[in-house]
């Protein structure tokens, strides 16, 4: 019975066939064991849902139900209707009740941490309310005895866990084992928990014992790809991303790690080629549109590079981060009017940005607004510390200013910081003062 139920309900990297079965309850009074087990309501609706006539069974729930609000068994059944059907809001919502029903039935618990781990990267809420039910499903036993759906609890549990906790998510592991034999995704959970605890030598080993076994894993390859990359063992890498991606040429993950390798070796053509094609297979995620549009200013292409940072601010237009990297282009293209914008509208949303302020400083002095470079400096100095550049900006300004004291201790600031690293700013603060030490 259930053995559809989990497969429904798994998530993709951690398989197992299980199935579930809700706790025996009661018995009506008058009958006997043998009468519910053959004719009751539930064993037919039961049987219903073992045939995959999931209608049939939610309509003989539903007429239990009425008379029988409270039957934690036929709740988690009916909740088990919708998630075959793919209504997941309405099936949390029986599971949730079936667990306020009998908090110590295992498989509601089971169901509803597993359902809600589906959604956990989209909603923190969800992931600390999956780990809470899994986490109480563990302490519980399935009735009838079911090592292999309480492993599955371990296993998400393990899945949920491995970045945030990395140690617990071991012992996780290491329970789901001690219930089920261990399987080729359990080995690619190990070697993620141990990326995640830093241990970088275990999850090498783990990586490659998965290739020796799937040579085509795709998973186990950007994973060990990854490792590679922050070791900077980029001779390594590429060979293993090339053969993976002949395999499997449109992989968004070995398309990320291959042009993250190639902008690492400086192949700026060819990784601007590589992301154009992922981008192309997956425009709206936010990351690979950061890393295209890096990638064209590395290549100095700022205006494709503004074309995406435009895209991407009017998708997210309260984007700080976006704002001010899209002013970063705009001062790279001379639209000094434009990236001001940029940058006003940055600080707007999030007035702690440091590079921001420094960002409107810049475009300021450019378009000749002098005070405002002073305004946005004071702004900055209160958030980070300051730099030759900030030290020129400040001297030029309050020059343009005619405020001569202060003038001269910015460019004498300048010159002490500078160190022979700004040539033309360095000879231009030079005139300057002796100019001004002459008045």
Request: glycine fraction near 4%; hydrophobic fraction near 40%.
């Amino acid at each position: 019975m259930r053995s559809g139920f989990l497969k429904l309900l798994l998530l993709p990297v951690v398989l197992v066939s299980a199935g579930l079965h809700a706790q025996s309850a009661p018995l009506p009074p008058g009958a006997t064991a043998d009468d519910q087990q053959q004719t009751g309501p539930l064993a037919q609706a039961e049987a219903a849902i073992d045939a995959k006539n999931y209608d049939k069974a939610r309509g003989l729930l539903d007429a239990y139900l009425s008379a029988h609000s409270g039957d934690a068994r036929a709740l988690f059944d009916r909740g088990y209707c919708d998630d075959a059907q793919g209504r997941t809001q309405t099936a949390e919502g029986f599971y949730r009740k079936a667990i306020a029903a009998g908090p110590k039935q295992f498989e509601a618990r089971m169901a509803l941490g597993l359902r809600l781990a589906q959604t956990a990267s989209e909603s923190s809420k969800a992931e600390g309310d999956a780990k809470a039910e899994l986490e109480t499903a563990v302490t519980l036993d399935p009735n009838p005895p079911n090592p292999a759906a309480k492993a599955q609890a371990y296993r998400t549990l393990a899945k949920l866990l491995r970045q945030s906790d990395p140690d617990q998510a071991k012992q996780d592991l290491i329970e789901a084992l001690k219930l089920s034999p261990e399987i080729i995704d359990d080995t690619l959970l190990t070697a993620e928990i141990a990326e995640a605890a830093g241990d970088q030598a275990v999850a090498e080993e783990a990586y490659r014992r998965v290739l020796k076994v799937d040579p085509e894993s795709s998973v186990a390859t950007a994973g060990l790809a990854h490792l590679l990359l922050s070791e900077k063992k980029y001779a390594d890498a590429e060979p293993l991303l090339k053969a993976a991606l002949s395999r499997d040429p449109d992989d968004p993950a070995l398309n990320t790690q291959l042009a993250a390798l190639l902008a690492a070796e400086d192949k700026t053509d060819e990784a601007v080629a590589a992301l154009e094609k992922l981008h192309q297979l997956k425009p709206q995620d936010r990351e690979i549109s950061m890393m295209l549009a890096d990638a064209y200013v590395q290549a100095e292409n700022y205006e494709k590079a503004d074309a995406v940072y435009a895209n991407l601010i009017a998708a997210a237009p309260n984007d700080a981060e976006l704002a001010s990297e899209r002013g970063q282009v705009l001062i790279r293209e001379q639209k000094y009017d434009e990236a001001l914008e940029m940058f006003q509208s940055a600080v707007k949303i999030k007035q702690d940005d440091s590079d921001a302020w420094g960002g409107i400083a810049f475009a300021a002095s450019k378009t000749g607004q002098f005070q405002l470079v002073v305004d946005a400096l004071t702004m900055r100095s209160k958030l980070a510390s300051e730099t030759p550049a900030t030290y020129f900006l400040w001297a030029t300004a309050y020059d343009n200013l005619h405020h001569r004291q202060q003038s001269v201790v910015y460019y004498q600031l300048f010159l002490k910081s500078a160190l022979g690293k700004f040539p033309d700013e360095e000879w231009q603060a030079k005139q300057r003062l002796a100019v001004l030490e002459k008045k």
